[in-house]
């Protein structure tokens, strides 16, 4: 089978991509990613020599181009490209509307263009909106309530994917996952800045009161459902994938600052974000019910795994922290930190 991937530089499609050719190594997978902050070509030095892997700097907003690598006989499309990032979102959006919605269209066009290519779309719990403390975990039937505009541009993804699916007869699926963690997360989000400031000697900086829920995913365990829903998956259904992790952000600060024998007076309590949704919770039963699907990693083997890895690869986050993201995090914290 020959894949295309988006998004393959990033955190989660290089997990994908290390992940699916370790299982079926006979599979073609082709990388299309612009490089933008947050792709890394590091994340795949491990497939340098892989004569079924190729890599392609583009931007998913090209169509002539994307039309032509899914012209050269791809049988399926993974797509996890966007802009990922809820705090670069509300210092300027355009680049999100521009990707996470023009992109995805570009892509269902080229789809659509080349016979109805087979199209997995890597979505977010963001779109449901947030849950209150007593509220019931999201499912594929939650009403779509995005409330940043990170989330409402994945939302728009979401809908044009279905949308193909019910007016062009597009085979298209969809997985709307919790919050991911594991290596080569980039350090910018909450679990791999806190542990690479506390690997630094820093403060680790949390918003207003801790007190936000989030259901914290093993990156791999996210993959493995890819996987299921790509093979067993029902054509034009949704699945949501969650991790058992809920937490709420001061609980898991302490929990990284156990595991890495440091104190709470590393903890910097700062301005809230805006709009900050209190909870995100997802009911996998779907997935678990129709395709046997469950993760496997509990929330303290994966902190502990994840810690190690950031241990053992300073070079990785080091570069990573000297470079645009260095700019960005003077901005957003004004030196907090
Ligand atoms: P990431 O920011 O780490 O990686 C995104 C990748 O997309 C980067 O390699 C970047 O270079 C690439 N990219 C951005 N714009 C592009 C464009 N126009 N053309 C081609 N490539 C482009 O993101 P991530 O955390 O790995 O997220 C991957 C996907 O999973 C996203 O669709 C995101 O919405 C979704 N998701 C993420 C999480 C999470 O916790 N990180 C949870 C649920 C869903
Ligand atoms: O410095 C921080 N301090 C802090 O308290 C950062 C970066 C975050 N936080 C809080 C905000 C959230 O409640 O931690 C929680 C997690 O924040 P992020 O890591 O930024 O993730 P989140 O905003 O929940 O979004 C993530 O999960 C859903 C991904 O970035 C999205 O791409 C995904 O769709």
Not at 228 to 239: D, L, P, R, V
Request: charge should be negative; hydrophobic fraction near 35%; glycine fraction near 8%.
């Amino acid at each position: 089978m020959k894949l295309l991937v988006t998004g393959g530089a990033g955190f989660i499609g290089s997990n994908f991509i290390n992940y699916w050719l370790k299982n079926y190594p006979d599979d073609f997978i082709v990388n299309l990613d612009k490089l933008t902050y947050a792709g890394n070509l590091e994340n795949l030095k491990d497939l340098k020599n892989n004569q079924n892997y190729k890599f392609i700097k583009g931007d998913i907003c090209d169509f002539d181009l994307v039309n032509e690598l899914i012209s050269d006989k791809v049988d399926l499309i993974v797509h996890f490209a966007a802009e990922s990032h809820v705090d670069r979102s509300l210092m300027s959006s355009r680049d999100f509307v521009r990707t996470n919605v023009e992109g995805a269209l570009s892509l269902l066009d080229a789809a659509k263009n080349n016979g109805g290519v087979r199209f997995h779309h890597i979505s977010t719990d963001e779109v449901f909106g947030d849950l209150s403390l007593a509220g019931k975990a999201f499912t594929e039937k939650s009403p779509y309530n995005p409330r940043n505009p990170y989330s409402a541009s994945k939302a728009a993804a979401d809908h044009l994917v279905r949308a193909y699916y019910h007016t062009h007869g597009l085979p298209v699926t969809i997985s709307n996952c919790s919050n991911n963690y594991g290596p080569y997360h980039f350090p910018e989000k909450m679990i791999p800045l806190f542990i690479t400031n506390l690997l630094e000697g820093k403060r680790v900086p949390l918003y207003g009161d801790g007190k936000n829920i989030r259901d914290w995913i093993y990156v791999d365990d996210h993959n493995r459902g890819v996987d299921f829903i790509i093979k067993k998956g029902k054509i034009g259904e949704t699945y949501c994938l969650g991790g058992n992790g809920e937490i709420t952000n001061i609980e898991l600060t302490k929990k990284i600052l156990k595991l890495m024998d440091k104190g709470d007076e590393m903890i910097e309590f700062i301005e809230d974000r805006p709009g900050h949704d209190l909870r995100y919770a997802m009911d996998y039963s779907k997935a678990k019910n129709e395709l046997g699907w469950q993760p496997q990693i509990s929330l303290e083997q994966g902190l502990a795994q994840t810690i190690d890895w950031y241990k053992n690869n300073r070079q990785w986050w080091q570069n990573v922290k000297s470079g645009d993201y260095q700019e960005y995090y003077k901005k957003q914290y004004q030196g907090n930190v």
